[in-house]
């Protein structure tokens, strides 16, 4: 039973940049947004076939939890400063927040789950729902489930991850069964990302391994420093050598052979950042997420509100090629 995971304001960010905002509403409202997320829905549905979709959500796109880790984490998103105790705002497109209501309305016309999880982003999300469908089927198989001794049928959770943001790599797991698709060239053509691809493109073995290289080369889009000269690559020749993250620090801090003076200068000089980065970085694998019936629907789950929906949004090609990949 495949599961699909989509990092839903990934998606529809690159919906609303990757259409013009000429696709308006009959009154004139832009919809280009929720127009290119169902025609994302109804190509993968009809391209992958996945047995279980969700919509993943970020009921908090900053977590206080990472900022207390590193102020910085995502500073130059934030809009504008909000009372103390209140979440932040982020900084979105005019033309693009009215329409995320919009799609929230959709999907539940669809019938097609989203969940998110209080004081977690979608990533969070993401990471804990990849968890449990590797617990289960790691159980499933090892009570000899239907399947699971099926001659050519190999155990696995079967979970993709669409999604253009890098930092899911950290969950790719041949062996779990798990990849993201990563729509660098369109959500068409994919990058498909497996642990074949992080060694190919990134020089790391696994997810865990792509994880520690983000920390150590950080990322300026997130609010991350990293540590200062060391890159991609040199990060990817440190996990190469030494393992992991924290093996690597234990050689900084013994003087070990393999690392140069400057390398050892430079990873001890970030021993703050590096204390913290991992709870900034590493996506939760344990959020509250509530469970749900992510079955993939065949049919809406409230036809007259998704036709009223259709109507006044003028969203009803798009609608229809998201009903026809479902009942495919």
Not at 34 to 53: K, Q
Not at 153 to 182: C, E, N
Request: hydrophobic letters at 45%; proline letters at 8%.
């Amino acid at each position: 039973m495949s599961l699909m995971l989509l990092d839903s304001a990934s998606l529809y960010f690159r919906a609303f940049y990757g259409l013009p905002d000429s696709l308006r509403s009959p009154d004139g409202r832009p919809v280009n947004a929720v127009r290119g997320l169902l025609d994302m829905i109804a190509f993968l549905v009809t391209e992958h076939r996945p047995d279980r979709v969700v919509a993943c959500w970020d009921d908090d796109w900053r977590p206080a939890f990472r900022v207390e880790a590193i102020a910085s984490y995502k500073g130059h998103r934030v809009a504008r400063a909000t009372p103390s105790g209140e979440p932040d705002v982020e900084e979105v497109p005019d033309a693009l927040t009215p329409q995320v209501p919009v799609i929230v309305d959709v999907l539940a016309a669809l019938g097609i789950a989203r969940v998110g999880a209080p004081g977690f982003e979608a990533d969070d999300v993401i990471g804990t729902l990849t968890a449990r469908e590797v617990e289960r089927s790691a159980a499933a198989a090892a009570a000899s489930m239907p399947l699971a001794g099926v001659a050519g049928v190999v155990p696995g959770a079967g979970v993709d991850i669409v999604t253009g943001d890098r930092d899911l790599f950290q969950l790719v797991d041949d062996a779990a069964g798990v990849r993201v698709l990563y729509p660098a060239r369109g959500i068409r053509d994919p990058d498909v990302v497996d642990q074949a691809r992080l060694a190919e493109k990134y020089g790391v073995p696994t997810g865990a391994a792509y994880a520690d290289m983000a920390i150590l080369r950080g990322d300026p889009s997130d609010g991350l420093p990293g540590v200062a000269g060391i890159g991609e690559k040199t990060a990817a020749k440190l996990i190469d050598a030494f393992g992991d993250l924290d093996a690597i620090r234990a050689a900084a801090r013994s003087g070990a052979p393999g690392l140069s003076p400057t390398q050892r200068t430079k990873l001890e000089a970030a021993a703050d950042y590096l204390d913290v980065a991992p709870v900034v970085v590493q996506v939760a694998r344990d959020a509250p997420v509530p469970e749900l019936d992510d079955a993939l629907p065949r049919e809406p789950a409230a036809p007259d509100a998704l036709d009223a929906l259709a109507a006044r949004w003028g969203i009803r090609s798009s609608v229809d090629r998201v009903l026809a990949a479902l009942a495919g």
